[in-house]
């Protein structure tokens, strides 16, 4: 007999402390665009959490600035049956659709799609430096498929962790809070 799981544990990691979720404050030209995203995989929020602390401290070093800054990861529940009310967009793998997407998204502050949810793999740090060379070849055009077809061997998309981007408040309204842990 097998289980259907229809609540999925979805995870956030960050520097800032809040109470509610605005997609807006999100960053722009991100591989889905601006929202709120999460990870399926604890640890790997509090990578991204640490990745940001670094990013983030470097340049208010650079201001002068020395203040210290928090991780924090929140952790939310996701009914997956609320997906039937949203419009969702969902890469199974990295293919030419799913790296055509997101070049648009990285090329644009503004969000590019009418998506409420999109899961697919992310696009990480090891991958950004070859996408932005990508784009800056590009210069705003979408390459052929076979230059799509080497970035994607090239960012081998088997090791690719999943990314759930919800991007806006009928999407995130359906996320339930579960706790925020701060960590030293």
Do not use: C
């Not at 997407?101 to 991958?127: C, E, K, L, Q």
């Amino acid at each position: 007999m097998t289980m259907k799981i229809d609540i999925l544990t979805l995870y956030h990691g960050t520097t800032h402390d809040f109470t509610e979720i605005d997609v807006q404050k999100g960053k722009p030209f991100k591989d889905f665009g601006q929202g709120f995203y999460l990870a399926r995989i604890y640890s790997r929020a509090v990578n991204i959490a640490r990745r940001n602390r670094k990013i983030e401290t470097d340049r208010l070093r650079v201001a002068g600035d020395t203040t210290e800054l928090p991780v924090f990861i929140y952790s939310y529940e996701f009914d997956l049956r609320e997906m039937e009310k949203l419009n969702v967009k969902l890469f199974d793998t990295a293919d030419r659709e799913w790296l055509k997407f997101i070049i648009r998204n990285r090329m644009s502050r503004t969000r590019r799609h009418d998506y409420d949810v999109v899961i697919g793999p992310t696009a990480n740090d090891d991958t950004r430096a070859s996408i932005r060379a990508v784009m800056n070849a590009a210069n705003g055009a979408i390459l052929s498929d076979a230059a799509l077809d080497l970035l994607i061997q090239m960012l081998e998309p088997d090791n690719l962790p999943e990314q759930y981007y919800f991007g806006t408040s009928k999407s995130t309204n359906l996320l339930k809070f579960k706790e925020r842990n701060e960590l030293k």
